[in-house]
């Protein structure tokens, strides 16, 4: 089914525009309300307090007003301010946040996740930086028509494979990836396929993200973080996290933090 329609340009039911004057209604002082042009969006929790002891970050004094709920929105000040938020996780929050931070005035997005490892040389701590992205999540396809795999915006994708080739602090690799919004249905046929594929690492977000910034035309690219790895047999064991992870994790958030405060 084709859920993506080019040329439906009806009326948008529950608008972003709609839920931002909703919360600004409420508000007393909507002076400093707003996003900045550079917006990270981190996928799980704990990542500004990893974050923290390198900058300085403050929460803004309102939320981001998004439909499927309000969270806090934090800033890295600088030459350029950065705005970022917590807890992006699966497809449709995500959505629904970067919708919001786009009407808000977000004009580049640069995501961070986590994501298991499908290709057998990956391990643990490992990071990948998608250049194509399968899509196996439901939100993307209200954007774009099935047949076409998510992709970053080029300039953004080349300049962050160039900033960590520099760095060399951390096994990179780059490639595709797959996003899918079914966790227990990554079954093993199903990630033989994807490693028969190519596919790297499989997250629940990016998928979402890259097309939807597509959509509106806004510069985006994104950068995974491997969680965890499993040996794709009948008897494999799935391992998840460890030092190493949180060794690498907080290395790679720091470093695309430094990229995005350069881009």
Not at 136 to 156: M, Q, W
Not at 209 to 223: D, G
Request: proline fraction near 3%; hydrophobic fraction near 40%.
């Amino acid at each position: 089914m084709n859920w993506h329609s080019p040329d439906d340009k009806s009326r948008i039911i529950i608008s972003p525009q709609a839920e931002i004057e909703g919360y600004t209604n409420k508000l007393g002082d909507t002076a400093d309300f707003g996003i900045a042009e550079r917006f990270l969006m981190l996928e799980t929790g704990k990542d500004i307090s990893r974050l923290q002891s390198r900058y300085s970050i403050k929460q803004e004094a309102f939320q981001l007003p998004a439909f499927l709920g309000k969270r806090p929105i934090y800033a890295i000040e600088g030459d350029q301010k950065i705005s970022l938020i917590e807890m992006a996780c699966s497809a449709p929050v995500a959505v629904d946040a970067l919708e919001i931070a786009i009407a808000m005035g977000c004009k580049k997005l640069f995501a961070f996740g986590l994501c298991g490892a499908v290709a057998e040389k990956l391990n643990v701590g490992d990071v990948i930086i998608p250049t194509e992205i399968m899509r196996e999540e439901g939100t993307s396809y209200h954007y774009a028509v099935g047949n076409k795999n998510a992709r970053p915006d080029e300039n953004l994708k080349q300049s962050l494979l160039d900033f960590f080739a520099d760095k060399q602090q951390l096994n990179v690799y780059s490639g595709k990836t797959v996003s899918t919004d079914a966790v227990f249905r990554q079954t093993l046929k199903k990630e033989l396929n994807w490693r028969a594929n190519g596919i790297l690492g499989v997250d629940m977000e990016m998928s979402a993200l890259l097309t939807v910034a597509e959509f509106h035309n806004i510069p985006a690219v994104s950068l995974l973080v491997v969680s965890d790895k499993h040996e794709l047999t009948d008897s494999g064991k799935w391992h998840w996290g460890g030092d190493i992870l949180e060794k690498n994790r907080k290395i790679a958030l720091e470093l695309f933090v430094e990229f995005v405060m350069e881009t």
